[in-house]
């Protein structure tokens, strides 16, 4: 595509273009037009998609004038003047020079160099003089002081019409022409980069999402992006140009203009409701030429943590489980189903009491599904699980170098994980204390701190908390902080143990037998009058997950035509948990609700026998596990097996 118009003032430069270009520049056109056709033919060019103008003289500065795009002049060279004067060295001719500024110094420095005598007669400064005076003038000055040759540019000769012997053109030369398309060519590799640069920027403020405006030195707005236009109500060719502070009021730009200091992060109210921004001033060469500011939206703030949220759905951090997953038969329990979802309408914290087994998860999913965070996620820890200091960096997270073997890029805690949705907290009176105390804070004021950081994040979380044993008696042992335990039973759950269900246990186990048989291709086992028996007079010490775990070996040791409650018998007939009554005043006893007296217990050696109970109930409490079983007993595991040794 042809990019450079060449407009020749004269013909003699516009063959000598045609000759220099040939097929070595194909990109220029040329045309012939002195002053205002020359303005014509620019004008023309303009309109053909011409990027550069090569031109010379006084139509060169015309078209400069009044054209918006680059205009090469072919420049008057010193060989171009001492081509025009060489033929007069030694004729003793005098020369008188007219023309604009340029040529008569040029004219001016080579006769004294050739010592060649030269008179200046006329030189032009405006672009549009007056010819007539000026024809007018310099024949006064021939007159007066007559001269042999008149030498000047194409523009003045013809212009003045002399009345002399002789006029010699000042003409240009193929070096002059070549070092003019030359420069137009840079001007044009410049220009392409220049559009190719601006483009790219423009497609990227166009598509980002955040809106950006930027103002100069002034304090004028030089950029706005449909972004921006969005959140500030605005149109860009309204406010291109104009000062920052009369389109938006509230801005803090000019505050950075000033202070040179960057500002990230600030909340600003817009029309579109509050945003986040950044200032930043623009520096070149240690001073400062503008700034550029940065606006994020609330919502897509909330859009983004909502695909996190999503991606987090996809890691397990979700609730499987609502309360139609929960079935119930015993009045109570159906009282405390409903009582959980009057507390799930609510934000409040919430703490779960009940032994093992009982479903404290299966609740607190439920509360979280049936609450205003079910979008959000579920992240659920058991506090007796984890080491202290492993416990704590999965609460809290870290940041690089916070500990030996911490991922150099840093993890995130559940505590964030859980932003947005619920934080379930199992066997939490198992928690250390000084973890109990960095737990209080984020309960207070909803702020985390990853280990190693010296930030503070806020964090939108409910909590619901579980424990398996009273916290009452844990604070009164001096084992749980006071001022935690009121934090968390803002909104109390307690769930009866199965053995304070009996309605329940019946139903419950024929649902279990019906969920094994179709798991395993398997006719559902009817339960007969003796089976029912025996599972109404057991105590169940874990609770529904016991039930259901004997309902699983019933259905894959059972066998056709077979005595289910002869099975049962042989799972639970020897257990010492048959007697109901017994085991609820130990585990009353355990929990420290009912005071253990020998009295209670009838058979012989019943103080042994006592201690026997409670640390066989307690070991099933603590789903086998010794060492558990052993803490909550405050005794050691070497004592605890002794204990225990005594029923053999």
């Not at 220099?20 to 020359?38: R, T």
């Not at 022409?177 to 840079?186: F, K, L, M, N, T």
């Not at 009912?594 to 026997?612: G, H, N, Y």
Request: hydrophobic fraction near 40%; charged fraction near 25%; glycine fraction near 6%.
């Amino acid at each position: 595509m042809t990019k450079i118009a060449f407009i020749a003032p004269y013909p003699e430069l516009a063959i000598l273009a045609r000759e220099v270009c040939g097929e070595k520049y194909s990109d220029v056109a040329i045309f012939y037009g002195l002053l205002e056709n020359g303005l014509i033919c620019a004008q023309k060019a303009l309109s053909e998609g011409f990027q550069v103008i090569i031109s010379r003289g006084g139509t060169a500065n015309l078209i400069r004038n009044h054209i918006g795009i680059p205009v090469v002049e072919v420049r008057v060279t010193g060989y171009d003047i001492l081509r025009t004067f060489s033929e007069f060295i030694g004729t003793n001719k005098t020369i008188g020079v007219v023309g604009y500024r340029n040529v008569v110094e040029g004219c001016r420095s080579v006769s004294q160099m050739l010592g060649i005598p030269l008179r200046e007669m006329l030189t032009l400064n405006n672009e549009r003089p007056d010819w007539e005076v000026m024809r007018a003038y310099l024949q006064a000055q021939l007159e007066r002081t007559p001269v042999d040759v008149v030498v000047g540019d194409a523009l003045v000769v013809s212009k003045l019409l002399l009345e002399v012997r002789e006029v010699r053109l000042i003409m240009s030369g193929a070096e002059a022409v070549c070092e003019a398309i030359e420069e137009a060519q840079r001007i044009i590799k410049v220009q392409d980069k220049e559009k190719k640069s601006a483009e790219q920027l423009r497609t990227i403020l166009s598509f980002i999402h955040d809106g950006v405006i930027a103002i100069d030195n002034t304090g004028k707005i030089t950029v706005i992006n449909p972004s921006a236009e969005s959140i500030f109500k605005l149109k860009n060719t309204q406010v291109i140009g104009k000062n920052i502070k009369q389109v938006i009021p509230n801005t803090k730009m000019l505050d950075v203009l000033k202070h040179g200091k960057a500002e990230i992060e600030q909340l600003q109210n817009t029309p579109s409701g509050m945003v986040v921004t950044n200032r930043v001033p623009i520096e070149i060469n240690g001073e400062i030429m503008g700034v550029v500011a940065t606006f994020k939206e609330a919502g897509r703030i909330q859009q983004t943590e909502q695909k996190i949220r999503t991606k987090l759905y996809s890691q397990g951090l979700y609730a499987k489980y609502s309360f139609e997953n929960i079935m119930a038969w015993d009045p109570e329990m159906r009282r405390i189903i409903e009582r959980a979802k009057r507390y799930a309408r609510t934000d409040g914290t919430v703490l779960i009491e009940a032994e093992s087994g009982c479903g404290k998860e299966l609740f607190a999913q439920s509360i979280h599904q049936a609450s205003s965070r079910c979008r959000g996620p579920f992240v659920a820890i058991n506090c007796s699980a984890l080491p202290t200091q492993l416990l704590e960096s999965e609460l809290f997270g870290y940041v690089e170098g916070a500990f030996t073997g911490a991922r150099k890029e840093g993890k995130p805690g559940l505590i964030e994980l859980a932003h947005g949705g619920t934080l379930f907290l199992d066997e939490i009176g198992d928690m250390e204390l000084t973890l109990q105390a960095r737990l209080l804070r984020v309960l207070e004021e909803r702020q985390v701190m990853r280990l190693g950081a010296d930030k503070w994040l806020p964090v939108d979380i409910r909590i619901v908390a579980a424990t398996n044993a009273p916290l009452k008696q844990r604070v009164l042992r001096g084992q749980f902080r006071m001022d935690l335990f009121h934090r968390l039973n803002v909104l109390n759950l307690s769930i009866p143990p199965l053995r304070h269900r009996r309605e329940d246990i019946i139903p419950l186990a024929e649902y279990f037998l019906a969920e094994f048989a179709n798991k395993y291709g398997q006719r559902p086992i009817e339960l007969t009058a003796a089976a029912k028996d025996i599972l109404l007079r057991y105590s169940w010490p874990g609770n529904v997950r016991e039930l259901r775990n004997i309902m699983e070996r019933i259905s894959l040791v059972y066998e056709e035509a077979q005595d289910v409650s002869a099975i049962l018998r042989d799972f639970l007939g020897n257990s010492d948990y048959c007697n109901n009554s017994d085991y609820s005043t130990l585990e009353l006893a355990k929990t420290g609700m009912l005071a253990v007296t020998p009295e209670r217990f009838l058979l012989p050696q019943s103080i042994r026998d006592m201690k026997r109970q409670l640390a066989i109930s307690t070991l099933a409490a603590c789903g086998g596990n010794k060492s558990k079983a052993a803490k909550q007993l405050g005794i050691t595991r070497a004592t605890l097996d002794r204990l225990l040794r005594q029923q053999e």
